[in-house]
């Protein structure tokens, strides 16, 4: 199908970005996003305390690294905020139904994800079934990775492969 406009949105100081295309399907045109928000750094984090855990910290220590972790977790939450709203702009102003897909690195309970979904359907609801996940880590338990859709279109199946290269 031909694009027949496009952008990529980055964020300052960080490696995301968003891209979305206009494409036109058969005659009529969607806006598809697809984004990449800011980390969790939580593999980071859990390396981190593994290799501090094998030298033998005491509770002080272990308390001051915990600490650092949680700064980390909420200034990466809040830096998604940030890119979320800056996206939120572009999308309020699309007169065509939108696709958007991504990498949120946030729970289906998160702020991100329900700014993002306002006006769409997850992909997952309206074309899966039973149990998914999208994140490998902490025992299959989360879906950090979203496809949603305006309710115009129709989402016919959700499916997420388990990749050996990739952590989601």
């Known amino acids: 199908y031909p694009i027949t406009n496009s952008s990529l949105m980055t964020f300052a100081e960080t490696a995301n970005s968003v891209v ?3 494409i036109n399907v058969k005659g009529d045109d969607i806006r598809l996003f697809n984004a990449h928000f800011q980390t969790t750094n939580i593999n980071q984090s859990k390396g ?5 855990k094998s030298k033998g910290i005491t509770d002080r220590e272990g308390k001051k690294a915990f600490d ?3 700064d980390r977790l909420r200034f990466n939450a809040y830096k998604r905020t940030e890119q979320v709203e800056a996206v939120r702009t572009v999308m309020d102003t699309t007169t065509k139904p939108i696709i958007f897909c991504g ?11 329900a700014r993002i ?9 309206s074309g899966g079934k039973g149990y998914a996940y ?12 979203y496809i949603f859709h305006a309710p115009e279109l129709e989402g016919i199946k959700y499916y997420s492969p388990s990749l050996s290269w990739s952590d989601h």
């Open 103 to 113: 990498d949120f690195n946030e729970t289906p309970s998160s702020y991100s994800y």
């Open 134 to 145: 999208t994140y490998k880590e902490l025992l299959h338990l989360l879906r950090l990775d």
């Open 117 to 125: 979904k306002e006006g769409l359907i997850d992909g997952f609801k």
């Open 20 to 22: 979305w295309a206009d």
């Open 48 to 52: 981190e305390l593994s290799e501090l």
């Open 68 to 70: 650092i972790i949680m």
